[in-house]
């Protein structure tokens, strides 16, 4: 007879029951997944090329896209039974995002491209300034964790920055106000290649230690083995079979 | 940083189409306004053309016609009044000040008025204003002429030059009483009403000219000489018999029904008496198309410049997507998109409309005189009325409807994009 654990398990990061998006009801789907579990702090690897309906699976996740059939709970919410508004604010608070390129808002400083979530959510602006005092103290701070610690850097234009650079900042944004999901949207395609893996290290460093759940989409190979788990796309969503 | 500073610097980021937005709102707002301002002021010189004046009087026949050639100059009176019902007229209780007119000659195109030193005295238009003399005098010699300020400009005339008065309102070289020269002695400041077209004479010089003239035309031999009929002046016989209209002022403007209804009964002559204010205003009623289509040509205006704004926004969509969905990243609502284009196409609209007022008070600061040389119209440089108010009130929402419509397509598009960065 098997002993019923003591301790329950902790609950999932992301759970996805049963998921099925179309775009239009008279179409076919473009995403069906069973069944997927993301534990809290795990390092997910997610490979798809485009067409596999990784960009839809992101926008679910995140709240930008409604869950019509199906269930979908990240941190224990219901965002399945949320209206556009509420998985609005839910992705303000809770989630961290990086974009393959042109991250940043080229008309303001890197420190007002890295506090800008702070600006839509209280509770990352909160935990920001318990951490840091001040909102640009926290951004600074993180941004030395990215190697990007000099001042003359940060009185510069955000469009004359680096590619490498930009990434960093958004990555700096993203982990600002300690959000519990960072999703990276092929962050590393536009890099250099023998600069990829460093910025992989450097984002698994901040998640370890902010306790982030971390679901990095990419077709890039060569980055697979470093994380926990990879889940193939195509094998994951019915619809791309 | 609240969303309104994210507005700005993104509004900064595109200075230089903002600006030319900025500009083009702003001048057309200008000419919108200025064409209100300049409406009303034509109309208000119009219905004031002869201000002051309560009643005009003439030979019995239509009102239109007796205010178009007693004001205007233009037409003639089918019948002129006896000098027996001007006295009477004048001699009427509640009458203070009577002008008489005699029209009948002219100079060169322009009409020839015979009046008496009560018309420089009691004459009045616009707001109140009265007549001034750039230059010389009024008549004080027989054959003293005052040039309103249009005859001296067009014609080169100045003071003490000669000038022929011709019969009628031809100019054929037979009509003309060449025997009878007069002389410059006054030129008039520019008003902006009939004045400036008429040559002014005394009404004895009219007679003078015309002793002879009885048949309508010169019978020879029998005229007398100007130095003949300066005297002739002197001993009073040249006191008209008949002349064309009057103009009245009434002791108290209560009275005027009552002297109107007076003179429209006068049993020795066929009169009539009309209100100037009430005859310019059906008239302008008539006429005043033109200034409600400057107007609608204004207000087009403005709706092209505004236009302009909605194709600057739209456009700027397109290149603000990736902006889009890098703020919906951090947490925007699609609410929040569609606020940053209103507040911007709300703020370019008001500082839009600010800046045409200050540059229609620009405008007016600067050339306002020389408007009112050249037109005799006087802008006022008041703060703006109710009309104009409520066209900057209609200019500020149109720019609303604007912002709303570029703020849903931005709302649709950021639905749509999603997270999708376009590049």
């Not at chain 1, 955000?158 to 700096?172: C, D, F, K």
């Not at chain 2, 500009?23 to 002021?41: D, H, N, P, Q, Y």
């Not at chain 2, 002297?259 to 009309?274: C, S």
């Not at chain 2, 289509?293 to 403005?302: F, I, K």
């Amino acid at each position: 007879m098997t002993a019923a654990p003591l301790i329950p398990p902790a609950p999932a990061a992301i759970a996805i029951r049963d998921l099925r998006f179309r775009w239009r009801a008279d179409l076919p789907p473009v995403l069906a997944i069973d069944s997927l579990d993301i534990q809290p702090g795990e390092r997910i690897f997610i490979e798809g090329p485009s067409g596999s309906g990784k960009t839809t699976l992101l926008g679910l996740l995140s709240g930008v896209l409604p869950v019509v059939n199906g269930t979908l709970t990240v941190l224990d919410q219901p965002l399945h039974r949320l209206g556009a508004v509420d998985r609005d604010h839910f992705r303000a608070d809770h989630v961290g995002y990086v974009f393959q390129m042109f991250n940043l808002i080229p008309y303001l400083s890197m420190l007002d491209n890295v506090t800008l979530p702070c600006r839509f959510s209280r509770r990352r602006r909160a935990r920001a300034l318990a951490r840091g005092g001040s909102l640009n103290a926290e951004a600074v701070r993180l941004l030395g964790h990215l190697d990007l610690d000099d001042p003359g850097l940060r009185a510069r234009p955000v469009t004359e920055l680096s590619v490498g650079q930009q990434q960093r900042v958004a990555a700096a944004r993203a982990l600002m106000g300690a959000p519990e999901i960072l999703i990276a949207d092929e962050p590393t395609s536009a890099l250099d290649a023998d600069r990829r893996a460093g910025f992989v290290e450097l984002l698994f460093r901040e998640c370890r230690e902010a306790g982030l759940t971390l679901v990095f989409v990419s077709h890039d190979a060569s980055l697979e083995g470093l994380f926990d788990r990879t889940l193939r796309l195509a094998e994951l969503n019915r619809a791309a079979a | 940083m609240p969303i309104v500073i994210l507005a700005w610097k993104s509004l900064l980021n595109r200075r230089f189409t903002a600006l030319l937005t900025l500009l083009s709102i702003a001048f057309s707002v200008t000419l919108l306004i200025g064409v209100e301002r300049l409406r009303g002021e034509v109309r208000e010189g119009f219905t004031n053309t002869v201000s002051g004046t309560d009643l005009i009087v003439g030979a019995r026949g239509g009102q239109i016609n007796l205010l178009l050639y007693a004001v205007f100059r233009i037409g003639n009176a089918t019948n002129n009044i006896s000098w027996e019902s001007y006295q009477a007229i004048t001699n009427l209780p509640k009458v203070a000040w009577t002008i008489p007119l005699s029209l009948g000659d002219s100079h060169r195109g322009f009409r020839v008025l015979g009046t008496t030193p009560a018309y420089f005295e009691h004459y009045r238009y616009a707001r109140d204003r009265g007549l001034t003399l750039a230059q010389g005098e009024p008549f004080a010699d027989l054959y003293d002429a005052v040039l309103g300020s249009e005859v001296a400009r067009t014609l080169g005339y100045r003071l003490g030059d000669p000038i022929i008065i011709a019969h009628g309102t031809g100019d054929v070289s037979f009509a003309r009483h060449t025997d009878k020269p007069f002389r410059v002695s006054g030129i008039l400041a520019p008003t902006g009403t009939p004045v400036d077209r008429t040559v002014h004479v005394s009404l004895a010089a009219i007679e003078a000219i015309h002793v002879g003239w009885e048949s309508g035309a010169a019978a020879p031999g029998r005229s007398p000489d100007a130095a003949q009929t300066r005297e002739l002046a002197a001993t009073g016989a040249l006191t008209p018999k008949a002349i064309t209209a009057v103009l009245v002022g009434l002791k108290s403007r209560i009275a005027t029904f009552q002297v109107q209804r007076a003179v429209n009964d006068y049993p020795e002559e066929p009169l009539l008496a009309i209100l100037p204010g009430v005859a310019l205003a059906d008239l302008w009623s008539l006429i005043g198309i033109g200034e409600r289509a400057l107007l609608a040509v204004s207000a087009a205006v403005v709706v092209v410049g505004l236009f302009g704004m909605l194709t600057a926004l739209l456009t700027s969509l397109n290149e603000r997507r990736r902006e889009m969905a890098i703020l919906r990243s951090v947490g925007a609502r699609p609410a929040h998109v569609l606020a940053l284009i209103l507040g911007e196409a709300v703020f370019l609209t008001l500082v839009g409309a600010l800046l045409g007022v200050a540059l229609l008070y620009g405008v007016l600061l600067l050339g306002g005189p020389l408007i009112t040389d050249r037109l005799g119209l006087f802008i006022g440089m008041g703060p703006p009325s109710a009309a104009e108010g409520l066209l900057l009130a209609a200019v500020v929402a149109a720019g609303i409807l604007v912002g709303l419509i570029a703020g849903y397509r931005a709302y649709r598009l950021s639905l749509s994009d999603g997270l999708l960065i376009r590049v």
